[in-house]
């Protein structure tokens, strides 16, 4: 099956693809308005692109007219925002953040989140949060249709406590319970794991010379 996506209207695009790439990490981002009204918004169009520059892209929406949303507003106005990672016990609350309220309206007081001060940026992070990346806007992307692709750099990142081991910065999967989005109103936990072990190209050949297969990829067998 073959599907060209210029015979698809914006809605069956964003259906297919979002039940296609899953699952996908939570973005729930605070930045801080004109009249200093703190915004938290949930954006699974995000993630880690970079570590050296450490960076992340947001794809915010861009509604039709003047009206940005308020994540896009604020961060175009200030250039600074916190990416708050969601977990299983702040999943019910971030999307509690996704109502459309009126920009006067924090969703971090209705969600009874907690603010704590940054240390690089003038938005706040959320306490409840398991992890939150400081974060300053490098350029923002007008690729054209319904979206903004805000590329930003992550200047300090603050784990909970007990979360990764200060010395080796192994982190505890036990207490590390992230959640995904994947389509519709469907999310996923990352309890159920599996591992594979990436081997060099030495290795591989050891293992291929060791079942008996011999020889060069391409060669005689």
């Not at 994540?71 to 953040?97: H, K, Q, S």
């Not at 959640?179 to 990352?190: D, E, H, I, P, S």
């Not at 050891?206 to 391409?218: L, N, V, W």
């Amino acid at each position: 099956m073959q599907i060209r996506l210029a015979d698809l209207d914006r809605i069956r695009r964003y259906k297919l693809l979002t039940a296609l790439v899953v699952p996908r990490p939570i973005a729930l981002v605070t930045s801080v308005g004109p009249e200093g009204v703190v915004n938290a918004a949930p954006y699974s169009f995000f993630n880690l692109f970079s570590q050296d520059p450490a960076l992340v892209v947001l794809g915010i929406e861009r509604r039709e007219g003047p009206v940005q949303k308020d994540t896009g507003r604020n961060i175009e106005a200030t250039a600074e925002f916190v990416v708050n990672l969601v977990d299983e016990d702040l999943a019910e609350r971030m999307n509690l953040c996704a109502v459309d309220f009126p920009p006067e309206i924090s969703e971090v007081e209705i969600a009874g989140l907690t603010i704590l001060p940054s240390t690089t940026v003038r938005p706040g992070r959320l306490a409840e949060a398991p992890a939150a990346l400081e974060c300053k806007k490098l350029v923002t992307l007008l690729p054209g249709g319904g979206r903004e692709l805000v590329v930003g750099e992550i200047l300090a990142v603050h784990v909970r406590d007990g979360l990764i081991e200060p010395a080796t910065l192994r982190l505890d999967l036990e207490r590390w319970r992230p959640v995904g989005r994947l389509f519709g109103n469907l999310y996923c936990r990352t309890r159920d794991r599996f591992e594979l072990v990436r081997m060099s190209y030495r290795s591989w050949l050891a293992e291929r010379a060791g079942s008996g297969a011999g020889g060069e990829p391409g060669g005689e067998r």
